[in-house]
């Protein structure tokens, strides 16, 4: 057939997508544990483990065909992806797939991929006080059930896709489904002991490793390409390097912004700053990668990076405590991409902005309702927050027997 | 021509799976140096650069064509591929390959990175007391000749391939030739000091870096991607994407199920346990990755996640001093995903797990006596170990007269 | 259409090339900090964040046209790229483009990413001394006039071109014109305090964190798979899997010789050798990585080896103080390859070699110039060097106000 090599192409694509999203999970890792305390560090470290494995699995299990019920009408269902033998009907490639560009394997893996990130955004602002139990009983309801059913509402073909709502590659659907969590989070497990004092001041708690931190963001924009890229669904060249254009302005502008901004206000060079500026514009330009001009993207790009800066000190001054910035890049810079698809390039206009908004409040409702639920019960049964003295001691001992550097010496030779 | 799309859509997936092959050695470097102890740091580094720019190297000069002795009649041979001025015949497109989906070139750059993972897999469980010349030596000979001899007998076209012996990417072909070998590495060399005590009780000794650790196992699953997706030898859509779900879920599956089982019997969330858990899924699905479907490779990964958790136990009581757990996980992991083509799958057959067990004796018994052989050699003319002193000192300064945190502080500000 | 499939292909060939230049941010962020004191980690990242984002703003605003003006003629023009709306004409597919094997988007990505490499390479070389502001200005300049201006002259069809001057990925164009500035930033900011004693007599400066900077190189070989694969501009079979073995194979030998020479002259087995000879393996076989065969690319590599470890001696006795031994590889090597053009390999003739000497003249003659005159004016205006107090209490506090491992601790459990 004349589309094979297309087709091969594409669903190369597809693939190659999939691996800079899997790679993301090593770029949140080093990010969080980088500004976190080192004495929580294989507690981040195992929690991440725990969400790309367990997500993987609910996707295969129910996730994929929760999100994708329209999807292979005779053959898909509920449990139905694991139960397969060797090969689904027509080898992954049933004429609805042969059209797509991809395969049905690659669909799922491409997709299961996407649903852990929206439980890892959770895990860095949650961090160095929840209970590890109660964490991994969150991630497996909110992975396996809440995201792949807001999921379904837009890219499963639901209600918010006739409404017209407009989400590329998720500003909404990933980053702020996980940024709502995420503030929920924040706010039922209250602050890390120490992080306000009596006075209500607020105490910076720095990072134990910023290399690693500077690394996670350089590997999350490098993942981008493929969150971003990989959205498109195909290779299509003009659609394809037209978001990697996009997608890369708006980081480089993010950065830039953040920094500049923050050093005018805080006169100094403050590199956790640019690093959030970055991811912030990552986060800003997701939800209309594809309808952007480049100097579009820039301007998304800088304003994403003064919202970090004043959304961080927003949050402080809420005396909520997010260790790692995670509700800044994702949840209000995820707000924020989403209403600019209704304001910037190709689809701007008030109506579309109004849509945009409607999505962004129906999405954010049912993300808080849900967490909030969630979370509440396991607050009343097995309890959210490690005890006091876990705190201090620091999770990796109280929850894991173990210290991230257990042999590390200073003057070796 | 009609198939140039194609062609160049194939080939251009097999120099991505080449490029994510050559990444594993980041993975190896970082999971080595992670669970072992400082003192040693740079030696393992070294060791890691030697591995990977001799290993092609020697494959360039020999190794190649000494592996793959059909291809190429008129002009292969022993020490012909690095004799080549600008252009092999037909420009790396003799008729063979233009049938094969891939250029000459990209099939020895592939199948050389390949032939270097073999050697990385014994430095990590002979570290920490290996002579370096030792090593290096060792790694020439295994790299150069063992592995390609045995290589031939499959991928080859020899007789094991005429046997009907199945081994997609190499758990037995790759990863139990390296597994064997460290196996008689470590067995020679005998338990670092302090390991065991006079009792025969065995300590922990804890690496110093678990973050490096962590990163090494995300990076290596990422290499595994262009390991198994890779060795369909083109970009084909189906078994391609086939094989990175299989892929995918069984790491998922056995980094779930080994942190789980130990969780049982040692009452802590063990994160080193969890990533050998993980490594041990992508082993053992590694022969049979085309030829699964997503339940088949998920019960293969919980089966290989219990046998990390047992696997390490029974080496320990065996006084075997393995500091990263390579022989669980790609030896006995290896053997493990060898069989399970004849048991689960398309395959699955009572005749073809006696011939999966046949191929699994054949290559361990080769592997076994060979690396006997050069070891012993080596340990009766210069001697495999370090002295005590340097033992204790740690290799980086015995060997290297280095320090791999030579200026590190602490209370910086 | 029956090219696009093909064009599909070539298309994601290039944006993959892309995303692994960007990579080598990473590479080189870790290779300057695991290489230097740990006091200048923070600034030496911020400056690192600063080239990729600065860098890529830059080239939309003005470089990418400056560089190649006879494209688009009757669109481009400096400042027009960023101008743009949703799409240039023809979506990113003009004739011209639709005949060169990739879109716009993806020609302005790739060597955006290129054009931040070379300002990248001057930081390492004037690390742990340079104000930032002043880095800060000097890189907007010489990435946004200096390196597109040069590289308009042989990739952008100029004289150089013209000339039959050959560099096919950069070993002039963009090593050495980072090498170039490096050295006159080294020479005009001095050594760093305790380089050089009283006496004359070189100290060492050891780095603080070498598993990061082992990391650095390997990430920056896999880049390299981008950065010489990208350059054959099309996902052309035999071109790029050629120049994908020859970068491998000179690596390989670049850090096989180089450790074999330093361990010959200085008795050790010195891993900081290993690595800047891969990297000058990497940067020699750059100029001409589609013209060699397997053997000629082991010489280039062996020479650029052993030229490492002269060179660096050879800087060290001229008293130029360059932390991360950027203009060793860099430039040095730079020349040796762009040399080693008319001496091995497929163009290898007298002539040639000639040419490449008038080339490497030429683009050095003005890379020298115009870095001197801008670090000549910012030193005489806002000036170059930091204040003594800061240099000893390190740029992460002087310049930035925040540690680079704040809360790491020894000793957890």
């Known amino acids: 057939m004349d589309n094979t090599a297309l087709f091969t192409a594409n ?6 997508c999939t ?6 999970h090593l770029g949140f890792s080093f990010l969080e544990i980088g500004l976190t305390r080192q004495k929580n560090t294989v507690n981040i470290l195992f929690k991440n483990f725990f969400v790309i494995t367990i997500g993987l699995i609910m996707y295969a299990l129910g996730g994929f065909n929760l ?11 509920f449990l139905k992806f694991a139960g397969f033998g060797i090969a689904p009907p027509d080898g992954g490639m049933t004429a609805e797939y042969a059209s797509a560009g991809y395969t049905w394997w690659t669909d799922f893996l491409f997709q299961g991929m996407f649903a852990a990130t929206a439980a890892t955004i959770v895990s860095g602002a949650v961090a160095e006080r929840i209970k590890l139990n109660s964490f991994m009983i969150f991630t497996m309801i909110y992975v396996g059930l809440v995201y792949p059913l807001i999921g379904s509402w837009k890219w499963g073909g639901g209600f918010l896709d006739s409404l017209g709502f407009y989400d590329f590659a998720g500003s909404t659907l990933v980053h702020s489904v996980g940024g709502w969590a995420a503030l929920v989070g924040v706010y039922l497990l209250g602050a890390r ?20 931190a500077a690394a996670g963001v350089l590997i999350l924009w490098l993942g981008w390409f493929g969150f971003n890229g990989g959205s498109v669904l195909s290779a299509d060249p003009e659609l394809t390097s037209l978001t990697l254009v996009t997608t890369c302005l708006a980081a480089a502008a993010g950065g830039i912004s953040s920094s500049f901004v ?39 790009g800088i304003i994403a990076g003064v919202i970090i800066v004043f959304g961080i000190a927003l949050i402080d001054k809420l005396k909520l405590d997010d260790p790692v910035g995670a509700i800044a ?12 698809v209704g304001i910037f390039g190709a689809m701007a206009s008030f109506e579309q902005t109004i849509i945009q908004l409607i999505g962004i409040l129906i999405v954010g409702g049912f993300s808080v309702i849900s967490s909030l639920i969630i979370f509440f019960v396991i607050k009343k049964t097995i309890g959210l927050r490690v005890e006091k003295e876990e705190e201090i001691k620091g999770l990796d001992m109280a929850e894991h027997g173990m210290a991230s550097y257990a042999d590390f010496r200073l003057n070796q030779n």
């Open 11 to 16: 669903n190369l694509w597809m693939m190659i």
């Open 329 to 340: 890049v994702h949840l209000i810079c995820g707000v924020w991409g989403t209403l600019a």
């Open 19 to 24: 691996g800079l999203v899997f790679f993301m």
């Open 262 to 300: 923050s050093n005018l206000m805080y006169k100094n060079y403050d590199l956790t700053m640019f690093m959030n500026g970055v991811l912030g514009g990552l986060v800003g330009i997701t939800a209309g990668a594809d309808q952007m001009g480049p100097l579009d993207s820039i301007l998304i």
């Open 193 to 212: 002991i120490g992080k306000f004092d009596s006075n209500g001041k607020s105490n910076a708690i720095p990072g134990h490793n910023l290399p690693l």
């Open 67 to 77: 999100m994708y019920p329209g999807f292979e009408e005779g053959s898909a269902g």
